[in-house]
């Protein structure tokens, strides 16, 4: 017999705590979140990769509520940014104030905090405030830090920013350009519920209960976890299959014949870095130690769809980016 790895810190004993986890912040959500489990892992998956999530999906949905459940369920800081059209990115990231001081009559600039100092936070409508604002997100989203007056100040670890994005409205609108949404890990479309789960979603919003969402996981524990996803093994063949999957999105030789057809630009080696991660993520959650190609195949979605850019071939054909995926993911082997 060899030497018994569940030895207490172990990383075998943290997946193993870690899918217990999951279990229990999956039961403390659907105490206010009804249905919607798949965007919950989704969502999941990302903070323990540590990546950033665009949600989308029409009003009323209860994205913001899912958002601050999970916050609470996570013990983590919540801050919730409504984006509009005369939004000031001083308004996200805090400004500089002079202050007086009342004995020496000296002045001198305090820097106040803004809204993005918190773990997760909120952009909501993130396409209604003009590029200059929202580009005040990307050196948080990348460099978890803010600058302002020549300062640079840290932000609270772990970060990260979930926007909102309203699919339906063009007007009054700016939509992200490539280079930002290639900053977002996962893009998560969050559906209509089924007519049960409206049934229920009903009833309980519309009595006298108030749940109470329990804490699962702390701030430190999710670093610490973090930390495990970056220790997880990739079989060759895993990693293969994700870059594979990737490089197959972009129109050259190599490619499809309906990828040259309806794809303009395909997804970059982001795509192949998220999809490794995503998929070594998604394994621990479930309790195994190592991915496999049906990790990545379950993450391509969210991974991909907003990494690709298809043609008038595609629009007259009626394909979109989420098609090509499917197509992509069905073939890949």
Known sequence: MGEDTRRPGSDVESIETLATARERILGEMRKVIVGQDRVIEELLTAILANGHCLLIGVPGLA????????????????????????LMPSDITGTDIIEEDPASHARAFRFIKGPVFANIVLADEINRTPPKTQAALLQAMQEKEVTSGGNT??????????????????????????????????SIHVGYPSEGEEKEIVESTTSAYLPDVREILSAGEILELQKLVRRVPVPDHVLDFAVKLARR???????????????????GPRASQYLTLGAKTRAILHGRYAPETDDVR????????????????????GVSPADVVTRLVEEAS
């Open 63 to 86: 994205k913001t509520l899912m958002v601050s459940t999970l916050a609470s369920a996570l013990d983590l800081s919540f801050r919730r940014i409504q984006f509009t059209p005369d």
């Open 153 to 186: 100040y840290p932000l609270d670890l772990p970060f990260f920013v979930l926007a909102t994005q309203n699919p339906i409205e063009l007007e009054g609108t700016y939509p992200l350009p490539e280079a930002q949404l290639d900053r977002f890990m996962f």
């Open 249 to 267: 999105s972009r129109p050259s030789e190599e490619s499809p014949d309906y990828v040259r057809n309806w794809v303009s630009w395909g997804a």
């Open 298 to 317: 379950a993450v391509a979605q969210p991974v991909l769809r907003h990494r690709i850019v298809t043609n008038f071939n595609a629009e007259a054909d």
